[in-house]
Nanobody, 122 residues
């Protein structure tokens, strides 16, 4: 199996910064895209940012210029640096990874982390 473990969430004041980390472990052969999603209370889950294995990135319009996604392929880890945080960034943040496992090397499946809460106070 594959596990994704997030860390780095918490309470921060508006204008502050938080860095989230997500490490993938288990029977991993290869990881393609990695991404961060978030879900605020009463809202649908939305894509925040994603990065391909080659480093190409995509951002939601609401976070462009404030958030930066990066990854360490050697560590199977993805990061989300969040700067200039706003109260509307408050949400549970989830990481995802498209993983080909050792037993099925040509098939990629998306795995989700358990989520980490980020709360931005005004």
């Amino acid at each position: 199996q594959v596990q994704l473990v997030e860390s780095g969430g918490g309470l921060v004041q508006a204008g502050g910064s938080v860095r989230l980390s997500c490490a993938a472990s288990g029977s991993i052969f290869s990881i393609n895209a990695m991404a961060w999603y978030r879900q605020a209370p009463g809202k649908q889950r939305e894509l925040v940012a994603s990065t391909s294995s080659g480093g190409r990135t995509i951002y939601a319009d609401s976070v462009k210029g404030r958030f930066t996604i990066s990854r360490d392929n050697a560590k199977n880890t993805v990061y989300l640096q969040m700067n200039s945080l706003k109260p509307e960034d408050t949400a549970v943040y989830y990481c995802t990874a498209d993983v080909a496992m050792e037993v099925t090397r040509s098939t990629f499946n998306m795995f989700w982390g358990q989520g980490t809460q980020v709360t931005v106070s005004s």
